[in-house]
């Protein structure tokens, strides 16, 4: 891949906006990112990485820190990123999660945001728009970018503490990088695949010889075979000996058809026999049965003969009580008829009697007209009932009335009370108008109050903020100077190791110096003054100072930018604060905070008031409408008072003219009712005597025709001939019942079965039947034969056909699965495979051979012929690798022998790794279907090279500009500069962010 274009606003230290133009920076292959420790270089490389994977380049840090705190609120920090792969170009827009102002003051956290366009050149503003998703982008990127970001870091992106990482990547981890820098999954793939079509086709196989083994041991179990025959069969099926399993199965089959032939001969015969025996057996129950029926009807025969007498006595009988039973309800009606006769004319006797002892004597003469008599009494007590109604209810018309009036003396007093209430009510309300006057403004007030204690409080913040930092800036300033001190020692302690080294040097070269013989250095045949022999200093020494100078100069930047933070905002504090202490600040925001309670409390109050007149004025609206109310129920009591008492006066003179000389006129009512009471019943007693005799003479009559119909004499003839009705049934059960019998036993000795018979026959049932028993068995004995060998027929039979199926199944699995077997096992390193290598491991060998030896091209150069890496098929350290051929080894041609890469020195292992990683982009520009490694971000490393070895480093980089690649070179190495044209240049502002500018 290869990066066009770098946009970040409010990022790390970078407080503005900037564009680093990649294009134009690396035209001449080479460029720098420089500035001093700590001001934002490797920043610029944590924003690529953020805007491909989301996250920043050391696995270890978070990417909350990406969002700027030297930029202004509001201002959203962004990475946008335009580069191009295999797939196209693109632009990727990317966001963090940050801290975003909100209304009304203070901040809410933001989420991170994503954006990407497909464009048609790197140089395009707009683009087709892909996804704003950030889970889209991620994973549209993954496929874009084709590496992850651990991949990525090892091969693109090179950060400080990684740079080191694909070169003592464990053997697995780098067979994952060469998979996807040089698109050789696919391998890995068909590998897999063809590993799995193995495994399942073996598995088919053995279920099938499985299978088959099965159906030969079930088809010699089936076959009945004997123990050393099985056996044989059971072998031929785990050979695989078809010929033997097919010759086995035919002559088995044949065998067992035959046998069971001659069993189902055998059940046929035994059949017929059982059938002729069963016959007669039949015929002997048959006439058995005839006999004993024949005995049995004729003794049931002579039975009812015995009974025939008392059977025609109770048919007699039953006819007598049929015949009385149509006349009995005659009779029961004529008795019925005469009691109410009698009864009739009796109450009518008694009822004449007391009406002429009583006041209503006149109407037991029975010459009057007594309808008459009881329409004069019933009209006359209707006439009253209005009155009796009204006399009723004059009592209680009375004590209501009296209430009436009570209650009318108690409106006049409630009416008084409320004229008074009223008439106080104007001054109440002055009164409170007053108060609520004195409390206006309160509103006002408690407004300027709360902005005094909030200025207040502003000024107590700041003031306690003054203390702090004024604390804080004395522990920074002396920690400034120890660090200080410290740098300046550091210092003197690399130039110190410096010169003993460069002196060491000298010394061992004039050791080595002989007359005659050419200087290494000068190339003088003569040595006038050698350098004196010195200890001198180990390289190991010299970096480990230049190291330690190093992590205190950047000490030093860090704490000096801190102290330079600490007096800023000192001096924004002591602005806020406005020269006072925290004391007179505290004292300041209490009496603010005393004066908007005062203000409160006044708010409170008038609104309190407000209330209260409110209420009042709710409460004299209330009393007015009930003075109003109570007026004139007054005058409307008044008035319906005076009208009931003269209704009362006028309903009491009325009663008094209806009594009609009765006490009351209740009693003058209830007097003419009982007269209309005695008529009427008067009147019901005589239509009773007369409808009774009526009723008595038809009576009679009927009885006399029902007499004559039954052909009874008289009523007593009925009675004596009248049964139960369950005795009737009985008789009549029993004459139907010897009727029936008599039918059925003639019935039956008609019968041409019992008619046939004499009586002398015999019947041996006994025998016949031990006959046919005998005959049974045999018929169960050959039928359990025939059927036993039969199924074992078809058993043997089924058994063959499925050790066939099993046997042809077995082949053509076989045949089918060979190929596939044979390529699986060159594939995965197995049988035929003669270099015991996989097909993915074969592949990667021979990419991973061509990374080591475009390497070696560099490195042979870089480090002047000593080193020389080799692929090892053990792993770094010695061990074994599961997959062989990945590991990497380090020969040292000075003293012949190879090192593990982990015990190469700082400066070795830089350019050992950036010669590897220089190769690895080498194979992969030359292959096709691989990442693009256009561009390679190395950060810091070079500090740790001496000069000789810088040139060497840097002219190998060089020669990337003749492939069209770009290197960029992070560092703060001062000789870079001289050596690079292009750079970005970082530098620390004075407000403690960072800025950038670019030189091209």
Not at 148 to 155: C, G, I, K, V
Not at 275 to 284: K, N, P, Y
Request: glycine share 8%; aromatic share 2%; with cysteine.
């Amino acid at each position: 891949m290869r990066i066009h274009r770098l946009t970040l606003q409010a990022i790390g230290p970078f407080p503005g906006r900037h564009t680093v133009d990649l294009d134009a920076l690396s035209a001449s292959g080479l460029f720098l990112l420089e500035g001093p420790t700590g001001a934002g270089k490797s920043t610029l490389i944590d924003a690529i990485v953020f805007a491909l994977y989301g996250v920043v380049a050391d696995a270890d840090s978070s990417s909350d820190r990406l969002p700027s705190h030297h930029a202004a609120p509001g201002v959203e920090p962004f990475v946008e990123l335009v580069m191009s792969t295999g797939a196209g170009v693109f632009r990727v827009w990317r966001s963090p999660a940050h801290q975003r102002p909100k209304r009304g003051g203070g901040f809410t956290p933001q989420r991170a945001r994503a954006k990407l366009w497909r464009l048609a050149r790197p140089d395009q503003d707009g683009g087709d728009p892909v996804s704003a998703h950030v889970q889209e982008v991620g994973s549209e990127l993954r496929r874009i970018v084709v590496l992850d970001r651990a991949q990525f870091t090892q091969t693109v992106v090179l950060p400080q503490g990684q740079f080191a990482s694909f070169l003592r990547a464990r053997p697995e981890d780098r067979r994952t990088v060469l998979q996807e820098v040089f698109g050789t999954a696919v391998y890995e793939r068909l590998q897999r695949q063809l590993a799995e079509d193995a495994r399942r086709e073996r598995g088919r196989l053995d279920a099938a010889r499985a299978g088959t083994v099965t159906a030969a041991r079930a088809f010699a179990s089936a076959a009945g075979l004997v123990e050393t025959d099985a056996a044989a069969v059971v072998g031929a099926a785990e050979d695989g000996d078809a010929a033997t399993l097919t010759r086995a199965a035919d002559e088995a089959v044949g065998a067992h058809e035959c046998r069971a032939s001659a069993a189902e001969a055998d059940r046929d015969a035994a059949a017929d026999t059982e059938r002729v025996a069963r016959e007669h057996l039949r015929d002997q129950r048959e006439l058995a049965a005839a006999l004993a029926r024949r005995g049995a009807l004729l003794a049931e025969q002579a039975a009812l003969a015995a009974a025939e007498p008392a059977v025609t006595t109770a048919a007699e009988r039953l006819d007598r009580a049929r015949r009385a039973a149509t006349a009995v309800s005659a009779v029961a009606a004529r008795e019925q008829a005469g009691e109410r006769a009698a009864a009739a004319a009796a109450s009518h006797r008694d009822l004449l009697g007391a009406t002429a002892a009583g006041p209503d004597a006149d109407l037991a003469d029975e010459s009057v007209d007594l309808t008459a008599a009881h329409e004069a009494a019933t009209a006359a007590a209707g006439a009253l009932a209005e009155l009796v109604t009204l006399e009723e209810g004059l009592p209680a018309r009375a004590d209501a009335l009296a209430r009436a009036r009570a209650a009318l003396g108690r409106d006049a007093e409630h009416l008084e009370a409320l004229a008074v209430a009223l008439a106080v009510r104007p001054a109440g309300r002055a009164a409170r108008e007053d108060a609520l006057g004195e409390l206006r403004g309160a509103g006002a007030e408690r407004a300027r109050a709360e902005a005094a204690v909030a200025a207040a409080g502003r000024v107590l913040t700041a003031a306690r903020a003054v203390e702090d930092r004024t604390r804080e800036l004395t522990a920074a300033q002396t920690e400034l100077a120890t660090a200080a001190r410290t740098a300046e020692q550091r210092a003197d302690v690399e130039r110190a190791a410096r010169r003993a080294w460069v002196a060491g040097m000298a010394g061992a070269l004039a050791a080595g110096l002989a007359d005659g013989d050419p200087c290494p250095v000068c190339g003088a045949a003569e040595h006038p003054v050698p350098a004196p022999a010195s200890p001198g200093t180990s390289t190991a020494d010299v970096e480990a100072a230049a190291a330690a100078r190093e992590t205190a100069e950047r000490t030093l930047t860090e704490l000096g930018a801190r102290v330079a933070a600490l007096r800023e905002r000192l001096a924004a504090a002591d602005d806020g604060a406005g020269g006072r202490d925290v004391p007179a600040a505290q004292a300041e925001l209490a009496a603010a905070e005393e004066a908007v309670r005062a203000a409160t409390d006044a708010i409170v109050r008038s609104a309190e008031l407000t209330a209260e007149l409110a209420e009042f004025d709710a409460e004299t609206a209330r009393l007015t409408d009930a003075h109003a109310t109570a007026a004139a129920a007054h005058a409307a009591g008044t008035e319906r008072v005076a009208g009931q008492a003269a209704q009362l006066a006028a309903d009491t003179e009325r009663c008094a003219a209806g009594r009609a000389g009765a006490p009351s006129v209740a009693e003058w009512a209830r007097r003419l009712t009982a007269r209309a009471e005695t008529a009427r019943r008067l009147q019901d007693a005589a239509r009773e005597r007369r409808a009774a005799d009526a009723a008595l003479a038809d009576a009679e009559e009927r009885l006399t025709a029902a007499l004559a119909a039954a052909g009874l004499p008289d009523a007593a003839a009925v009675r004596a001939g009248t049964l139960p009705a369950a005795d009737q049934a009985a008789l009549e059960r029993r004459v139907q019942q010897h009727r029936s019998a008599l039918a059925r036993v003639a019935d039956g000795l008609a019968e041409p079965a019992v008619a046939g018979l004499t009586g002398a026959e015999t019947a041996d049932v006994p025998a016949a039947d031990a006959a046919h028993a005998t005959a049974l068995q045999a018929l169960t004995a050959a039928s359990a034969a025939a059927r036993e060998a039969r199924v074992r027929a078809e058993q043997c039979a089924a058994a063959a056909d499925r050790l066939r199926t099993a046997l042809a199944e077995s082949a053509e699995l076989t045949s089918r699965a060979a190929p596939v077997l044979r390529a699986a096992a060159l594939a995965t390193a197995g049988d035929g495979n003669t270099i015991s290598t996989t097909l993915a491991t074969y592949v990667l060998l021979r990419r991973f051979e061509d990374v080591v030896a475009a390497a070696n091209d560099r490195l042979t150069v870089v480090s002047d012929g000593r080193y020389a890496l080799e692929r090892i098929d053990e792993r770094e350290g010695g061990q074994r690798s599961p997959r062989a051929g990945l590991g990497l080894q380090v020969r040292d041609h000075q003293t012949e022998t190879a090192r593990d890469p982990r015990t190469l020195s700082g400066g070795e292992t830089f350019y050992v790794s950036l010669c590897l990683a220089l190769g690895l982009a080498d194979v992969v520009r030359a292959e096709a279907g691989g990442v693009e490694l256009g561009t390679l971000f190395i950060d810091e490393g070079f500090g740790s090279l001496d000069p000789v070895t810088l040139d060497a480093v840097m002219a190998e980089l060089g020669r990337l500009r003749d492939g069209g690649r770009a290197v960029g070179i992070v560092s703060h190495v001062a000789d870079l500069k001289d050596r690079i044209a292009e750079r970005v240049a970082v530098r620390r502002l004075p407000g403690g962010g960072s800025s950038l500018t670019v030189h091209c």
